[in-house]
Nanobody, 124 residues
Framework: QVQLVESGGGLVQAGGSLRLSCAASGTFFNILNIGTMGWYRQAPGKLRDLVAIISRSGVTTYADSVKGRFIISRDDAKNTVTLHMSNLKPEDTAVYYC???????????????WGPGTQVTVSA
């Protein structure tokens, strides 16, 4: 089983920056058993949406709303995935969830594992 734990959420003013980190672990955990990792977010009353994902080979996909403002990266040596968020807007306010999928040929596979989420609040 894989556990994902997020950190780095909080309150920030519009135009500010935050960095979210997610660490993967588990009994007999092996990063080779993890494919695409990424971040999704869910605002109150809305569905959970993709923010950014990154494949094992480093191919990234971003939601149109965050392109040019967010950068996703991963460090397989440390079993982590990081989301650098800049020029934050009030509409970025949501619970952000770390995700991981088993190895797949799909560039955007459905996640198999989720973190508990971390709140990001952007004030106007």
């Amino acid at each position: 089983q894989v556990q994902l734990v997020e950190s780095g959420g909080g309150l920030v003013q519009a135009g500010g920056s935050l960095r979210l980190s997610c660490a993967a672990s588990g009994t007999f955990f092996n990063i080779l058993n993890i494919g695409t990792m990424g971040w999704y977010r869910q605002a109150p009353g809305k569905l959970r949406d993709l923010v950014a994902i990154i494949s094992r080979s480093g191919v990234t996909t971003y939601a149109d709303s965050v392109k040019g403002r967010f950068i996703i990266s991963r460090d397989d040596a440390k079993n982590t995935v990081t989301l650098h968020m800049s020029n934050l807007k009030p509409e970025d306010t949501a619970v952000y969830y770390c995700s991981a999928a088993k190895p797949s040929t799909s560039l955007a596979p459905n996640p198999d594992y989720w973190g508990p989420g971390t709140q990001v609040t952007v004030s106007a």
